[in-house]
Every structure is written in structure tokens, then in C-alpha cells.
Nanobody
């Protein structure tokens, strides 16, 4: 399983970004795929998940601002982030759980600053 994230960058507060996670070696439509994030000096935290049936879950702090989705044909999962705040600054990681084994991407940096 290989996961490759992209789409991070520097954005002003209130701005938007869309992260992408391209998967290979697995089918994102079958297994739960999640986005995690790790802010400087903090532990990695779960942010959002899309399950095989398409249902989604979010950490409370991003509800109403972040949207996780997927494109089965492209085998890619997305994280649309709107109304970004300084506290959203972190390295964002894509992760998939296959047969009890969790795989991770290399991460993409998101910096929210004026």
C-alpha cells in the first residue's frame, strides 16, 4: 500500500485548501481512509474518516469547515478545508486501515498565517 499526499501550502486565515491522497496497492472504496494531523510540539490527532459505505466522521474542531470525500475511479481521497484557522497549522497525513494494518503517507504541510 502506498499513499501520496499533496495540496498543502501557506494560506491566510479564512482561506481554503484541498488536500489529495492518491492510493496504490489497495482500493479506497473498500477500506476506511482517514486524515490525521500533527501540529508542532503536539501528538498526531485524527481529523476525519470516510468509511467504505461513504459515511463520514470528523473531529469536533473541524466540523462544518472540513469535508472528506473520495473519487473511486482515481483511487484518491480528498480533504477540502474551508475557513482555515491558525490552529489548523499542521502536517496532514493520509492513512488507510487494511486487514488491521494501518498505512501512512509522507504528509503534507499546511500553514495558516497572515
Amino acid at each position: 500500500v502506498q499513499l501520496v499526499e499533496s495540496g498543502g501550502g501557506l494560506v491566510q486565515p479564512g482561506g481554503s485548501l484541498r488536500l489529495s491522497c492518491a492510493a496504490s496497492g489497495t482500493n479506497i472504496r473498500i477500506y476506511p481512509t482517514s486524515w490525521y494531523r500533527q501540529a508542532p510540539g503536539k501528538q498526531r490527532e485524527w481529523a476525519a474518516t470516510i468509511n467504505s459505505g461513504g459515511s463520514t466522521k470528523y473531529i469536533e474542531s473541524v466540523k462544518g469547515r472540513f469535508t472528506i470525500s473520495r473519487d473511486g475511479a482515481m483511487n484518491t481521497v480528498y480533504l477540502r478545508m474551508d475557513n482555515l484557522r491558525a490552529e489548523d497549522t499542521a502536517v496532514y497525513y493520509c492513512s488507510i486501515l487494511v486487514g488491521g494494518l494501518r498505512s501512512w503517507g509522507q504528509g503534507t504541510q499546511v500553514t495558516v498565517s497572515s
